[in-house]
Nanobody, 118 residues
Framework: QVQLVESGGGLVQAGGSLRLSCAAS????????MGWFRQAPGKQREPLAS?????????VDSVKGRFTISSSRDNAKFTVYLQMNSLKSEDTAVYYC??????????WGQGTQVTVSS
């Protein structure tokens, strides 16, 4: 079993930057892919970026060039980051960390609010 703890959200002005973190602990050997999603009010949750345990990354077009996903690992934790630059008001949403295991199970973080003021 894996636990996810997110941090790093907050209020930022348009054009600013934020870095989100998601620390996975527990059965981190079972991680296949970790990623970030977001859900704005009244909208469906949408994927943003993902990274495999081997370091391969993938982005949706709307965040390419502005958002960067990366990861770090030690014996106890696998941490995924989302560096967000040139933030826009339409980036305002709750951001969720997602983990997919090699067995096909999915785990979600608790979500962190990002608010971009114009």
């Amino acid at each position: 079993q894996v636990q996810l703890v997110e941090s790093g959200g907050g209020l930022v002005q348009a054009g600013g930057s934020l870095r989100l973190s998601c620390a996975a602990s527990g059965s981190i050997f079972s991680i296949n892919t970790m990623g970030w999603f977001r859900q704005a009010p009244g909208k469906q949750r949408e994927p943003l970026a993902s990274i495999t345990s081997g370091g391969s990354t993938n982005y949706v077009d709307s965040v390419k060039g502005r958002f960067t996903i990366s990861s770090s690992r030690d014996n106890a934790k696998f941490t995924v980051y989302l560096q967000m630059n040139s933030l826009k008001s339409e980036d305002t949403a709750v951001y969720y960390c997602n983990l997919r295991s090699v067995r096909g199970t999915t785990t979600w973080g608790q979500g962190t609010q990002v608010t971009v003021s114009s």
